[in-house]
């Protein structure tokens, strides 16, 4: 397990407060030219590439092991403590843990794997995550536990503005973007089990 904080130094010239300088942050016309690898990803027989925990606001594990539960998501996370700005009354039962897709990740990080924790997401997963090929209600089996793909959208706030730049913001939210899903998916827990690095991303079929 490797425990890193997210923050990152900010410049205290002309840049916006949330704008996070020092990082090579993509254009939108070097982000539609990563698209083809993105639209490659499996639509099914995926892999889990990247575990990440959120431990406090700002921090990140990244996760050689981790627990999926279906009462608190993935277990150390903080999940249970935040309070949604869609409902306003404690943490939102359907957005209970995100997937991104791991190669979406690695494309707005600049190539930076490392990066990747900052977006956010709990899984990281090497499988399409468009709309057409899963749409809310899919499930998934992602090493021993099942998870269900769920309505709200995954659209981006403003640290990951911060973090990736205004142009990935922009682009994950393009027409293009919101097709794959490029921001990532929102799920809850339906199956608990262990899940780690490696381990299969499968869709499961429809009874």
């Not at 892999?47 to 700002?58: A, F, G, K, W």
Request: charged share 25%.
């Amino acid at each position: 397990m490797c425990t890193w904080t997210a923050r990152q130094p900010t410049s205290p010239s002309a840049s916006p407060p949330d704008i996070i300088v020092g990082v090579k942050h993509l254009s939108t016309e070097e982000l539609h030219a990563g698209l083809d690898e993105v639209r490659r990803s499996p639509t099914d027989d995926g892999t889990v590439e990247l575990i990440v925990r959120r431990p406090s606001v700002d921090e990140r594990e990244v996760l050689d092991e981790g627990e999926l539960d279906c009462s608190v998501g993935l277990v150390g996370d903080t999940w249970p403590e935040r309070i949604s700005s869609r409902i306003g009354d404690g943490p939102h039962p359907d957005c209970q843990i995100t997937l991104m897709n791991a190669r979406a990740a690695r494309l707005v990080a600049a190539g930076d794997d490392e990066r990747r924790a900052l977006a956010g997401d709990q899984l990281f997963v090497d499988i399409n995550l468009g709309y057409d090929n899963i749409p809310p209600g899919t499930l998934l089996e992602v090493g021993a536990a099942v998870v269900q793909v769920t309505e709200p959208l995954h659209t981006g706030c403003h640290k990951f503005a911060a973090r990736f730049g205004q142009d990935v913001v922009r682009f994950v939210n393009s027409p293009a973007g919101r097709e794959l899903n490029l921001r990532g998916v929102n799920a809850k827990v339906v199956v608990a089990g262990t899940v780690r690095p490696g381990d299969a991303v499968r869709k499961r079929p429809s009874a």
